[in-house]
């Protein structure tokens, strides 16, 4: 049973590119979960998502993020026109369903550099 | 929003000796408190849980304990061992929204 799936595990962009990071879900989880981390600090929520649906998206920066999950395929987080406070380790969880008590499990994150 | 605290930020201890993380959080209507585990350039990984109507879990050498009246929770690692080397996560559930504490950085000395 494939856990949490993301992929690229590293990814370096240019100031001012686009940055596509991939999640797919556990089997069976159709909830999932975007944070970030900054180093040496914990992890922040960023967007939270079911299929076709974006449930809450307060801790996205206003522009230039943005995250979706298809009917088929992965969920991407998607950031334009990067700068190098992007840089980061983004983390995606996945869930079975949105109970408080649902424990979220995550992939091994996708660790992005701006130069 | 939830407000997550962690305490200490760093931790030294001898191999054999036991180890205590303290969290405390904000919001009355949290009620779901995992613990997660960090190794270097790695995902966190789940290492115990404890849900609001139980004051304390075990899990061979993790046990977790939760007072909700005073709202911190507590991490306990008995017999530490070298691999028990690792930034730990304290974390808050209120609805979906996962909040974490800053982390905890053990190191466990041989």
């Known amino acids: 049973n494939a856990g949490v799936m993301q992929n690229p595990r590293h990814l370096v962009r240019r100031r001012g590119q686009e940055a596509r990071l991939r999640c797919s879900p556990m089997?069976?989880?159709?909830?999932v979960y975007w944070y970030r981390q900054l180093p040496e600090e914990g992890l922040k929520f960023m967007v939270y998502?079911?299929?076709?649906?974006?449930?809450?998206e307060s801790g996205m920066p206003k522009e230039r993020f943005s995250a979706e999950f298809p009917k088929e395929g992965p969920s991407i987080l998607r950031i334009q026109q990067v700068v190098r406070g992007d840089s980061a380790a983004y983390f995606c969880?996945?869930?079975?369903?949105?109970?408080?008590?649902?424990?979220?499990?995550f992939g091994p994150g996708t660790r992005l550099l701006v130069l | 929003g939830e407000n997550v605290e962690q305490h200490p930020s760093t931790l030294s201890v001898q191999e054999g000796d036991s180890a205590v993380i303290k969290c405390t959080y904000s919001?009355?209507?949290?009620?779901?408190f995992p613990w997660y585990k960090q190794e270097l350039g790695k995902r966190p990984q789940l290492i115990i849980d404890?849900?609001?109507?139980?004051g304390e879990k075990k899990d061979q050498r993790i046990a977790v304990t939760l007072n909700k009246t005073a709202k911190h929770f507590s991490l306990h690692i008995t017999e530490t061992q070298p691999e028990d080397s690792a930034v730990y996560f304290c974390?808050?559930?209120?609805?979906?929204?996962?909040?974490f504490g800053a982390g905890t950085t053990v190191t466990v000395r041989a």
């Open positions: 969880a996945s869930s079975t369903g949105t109970g408080s008590q649902e424990t979220q499990y």
């Open positions: 089997k069976g989880h159709s909830h």
């Open positions: 998502l079911q299929k076709e649906n974006i449930i809450d």
């Open positions: 919001d009355s209507a949290s009620n779901y």
């Open positions: 404890i849900r609001s109507n139980v």
């Open positions: 974390a808050a559930i209120n609805d979906y929204k996962l909040s």
